[in-house]
């Protein structure tokens, strides 16, 4: 298992420490999931430490009544989704993972997690920056909702996610634009016949 890549998408800003890398590749273990596979968060491993070390990923949310979904966010290879499992978003939903294709995550078990914080101290700014790599897409997904139309949301969405538009459901895609799917389809006939 190359635990490599894990360490060079955590240590983008503050340095990791000798220590912290050993300690990390000691504890870091592998789960691998099938296309079209899905976990429900409160069910699974993941932690805010989990890294999407090979595939793709749709994080949405399910009505319990009715299983009808809500995109929220996609993911891709080197990514660190930052899920909390116990999350809620809304009573009577539950958040979900599913993997748009073969996916590699790595982990590090929850009861290292304290012994990150405890045992070194550049990880708790470690994971401030992730945590802000993070706030800083939400907020960009959230401008380009609101500033771009139609057309230029699925332009950008081809840009930003050009592997998830060929393997994730087109039903998902406009979801997650917020657009109606009838107006995805008609855009992806616009956009073939460039």
Same mark, same amino acid.
């Given at each position: ?16 420490? +000798? ?7 000691? +504890? ?11 976990? %429900? ?17 749709? !994080? %949405?949310?399910? /009505? #319990? ?9 996609? =993911?891709? #290879?080197?990514?660190?989704? !930052? ?6 978003? %809304?009573?009577?939903? *539950? !958040?979900?993972?599913?993997? &748009?294709?073969?996916?590699? @995550? ?9 012994? @990150? =914080?405890? !045992? ?6 470690? $994971? ?11 907020? @960009?997904? $959230?401008? *380009?909702?609101? /500033? @771009?139309?139609?057309?230029?949301? =699925?332009? $950008?969405?081809? *840009?930003?996610?050009? *592997?998830?538009?060929? +393997? ?15 107006? &995805? ?10």
């Amino acid at each position: 298992m190359d635990k490599e890549k894990f360490l060079q998408q955590m240590g983008g800003g503050p340095a990791v420490s +000798v220590g912290l890398a050993a300690y990390i590749r000691y +504890v870091l273990y592998e789960e691998k999931f099938h296309a079209k596979e899905r976990i %429900y968060l409160d069910m699974s491993e993941l932690n805010t430490l989990s890294f999407l070390y090979k595939g793709s990923a749709r !994080l %949405y949310l399910e /009505q #319990e009544d009715s299983s009808e979904e809500n995109t929220i966010m996609f =993911y891709l #290879e080197g990514d660190f989704p !930052l899920i909390e499992r116990a999350m809620e978003i %809304y009573p009577g939903t *539950k !958040l979900a993972l599913e993997f &748009l294709e073969d996916s590699t @995550l790595q982990l590090i078990p929850d009861k290292h997690i304290h012994n @990150l =914080y405890k !045992l070194f101290r550049e990880f708790h700014q470690i $994971q401030i920056k992730l945590n802000a790599g993070l706030i800083r897409k939400m907020f @960009l997904l $959230q401008l *380009k909702r609101n /500033q @771009l139309n139609a057309e230029e949301r =699925y332009d $950008q969405f081809l *840009k930003d996610y050009p *592997k998830i538009a060929l +393997v994730c459901e087109q039903k998902k895609i406009a979801g997650f634009l917020g657009i109606d799917p009838k107006t &995805l389809s008609r855009l992806r006939g616009k956009n073939s016949r460039w």
